[in-house]
């Protein structure tokens, strides 16, 4: 495979550095890249540690391409190093950020900022000029309810440290490349499933969880979700298609909820634990008070009462037409995205 995207010139000997790549999106990304003739250059924090660099290594080794990869260690908080890592590389895909619902919020912010600044000032410092940065749709934004969210809306609700994080970093990236005249390409992914993480992320784990018996009511707040080979792509295309600028929407399955979700769960694995019964959004309430007895004993809230509110103000009707018309993603369909996920929990 690796052998025919050379021939086939998709790589044509370009080397993109991938920050990030022990992540859910970073990690799939180097097998796209890897998969269509690319070099890849990529950073983790720790290249000691298996759990980071084993699972991005076996793209490689299955692919008989190992020499198309390189791993080098960089935390993206560190300003110094990131000039010589870059310098050389065609392209750079920033994905690097700390994906999570609870914790040190103050931390997740300044990774997401300060990463974003010390990374993109290195690209523009070495000559880098096409960029294709990971948001999200937390970005974009969930409200007002009813109406179709595109590529111009941005996120106004400021409850959780994460959504803070990337609507912030993305407005500092659009900033950055301004005044440093980068060809600046923003990808905003909704809720990321499929396999090929090496930890379960807070989207995954909306099923993982289901799996795992720890819902015994389903709640119907607003989810729009997308296969991460998809968005894996989306990342590539971004790169390889002149004429693309902008943001791009990752919704392909939009308009849904939780509760739904892990009804098509359950359909598709009828042994599984995944609810089939939706706790009505008047009781939400109760939901609310569950997971604080919860955090008693795990130190996580994920489903506090602002947080509650938030979601419900909104909807997840998101436009991705132009990642479809312009990038030209044929978009997994829902149950192999679901069964990618399941599959990968097993």
């Known amino acids: 495979m690796a052998l025919f995207a050379l021939l086939m010139g998709q790589g044509d000997g370009k080397t993109i550095f991938v920050t990030g790549v022990n992540g859910h999106i970073g990690n799939n ?27 991005v290594i076996a793209h490689a080794k299955r692919l008989d391409c ?18 010589q890592h870059l310098a050389g590389c065609d392209g750079l895909f920033h994905t690097a950020t700390i994906y999570a619902t ?15 600044d010390n990374v ?44 803070v994080a990337k609507t912030e970093s993305e407005r500092h990236a659009w900033k950055l490349a301004k005044q440093f005249d980068l060809d600046l390409r923003v990808i905003n992914p909704s809720g990321v499933l499929g396999g090929g993480f090496s930890r379960p992320t807070p989207s995954t784990e909306i099923i993982g969880d289901a799996l795992a018996g720890k819902f015994p009511l389903t709640i119907k707040i607003p989810m729009a979700f997308v296969h991460v080979k998809d968005v894996a792509k989306a990342h590539r295309r971004a790169f390889e298609v002149d004429e693309a600028s902008g943001r791009f929407i990752l919704a392909p399955h939009n308009n849904t909820t ?7 769960t359950k359909e598709l694995y009828p042994k599984s ?25 795990t130190k996580k809230r994920v489903l506090t009462r602002q947080i509650a509110k938030g979601i419900l103000r909104g909807d997840a ?16 369909d829902v149950d192999t995205t679901i069964k990618d996920t399941v599959e990968a929990y097993q």
Request: proline share 4%.
């Open 273 to 297: 634990k995944s609810p089939k019964l939706a706790l009505q959004n008047w009781m939400l309430p109760l939901a609310i008070f569950q997971d604080w007895l919860g955090s008693i004993f």
């Open 120 to 163: 993109l000032k290195a690209a523009a410092e070495v000559g880098i000029k096409r960029v294709i940065y990971t948001s999200s749709v937390a970005a974009i934004g969930s409200e007002p309810k009813g109406k179709l969210k595109d590529h111009t809306c941005w996120q106004t609700n400021t409850s959780m440290p994460y959504v």
């Open 29 to 55: 990304i180097v097998a796209d890249l890897l998969s269509n003739g690319y070099h890849v250059k990529g950073s983790v924090r720790d290249l000691s540690d298996p759990n980071k660099v084993d699972h």
């Open 66 to 83: 190992e020499q198309r990869l390189q791993l080098v260690e960089g935390n993206v908080l560190d300003s110094e190093c990131w000039a």
């Open 317 to 332: 009707n998101y436009d991705s037409s132009p990642a479809t018309e312009v990038l030209g993603i044929d978009w997994i």
């Open 102 to 116: 609870s914790g040190d919020g103050q931390l997740i912010i300044d990774t997401a900022n300060k990463g974003t």
């Open 258 to 264: 939780v509760a739904a979700l892990h009804k098509r």
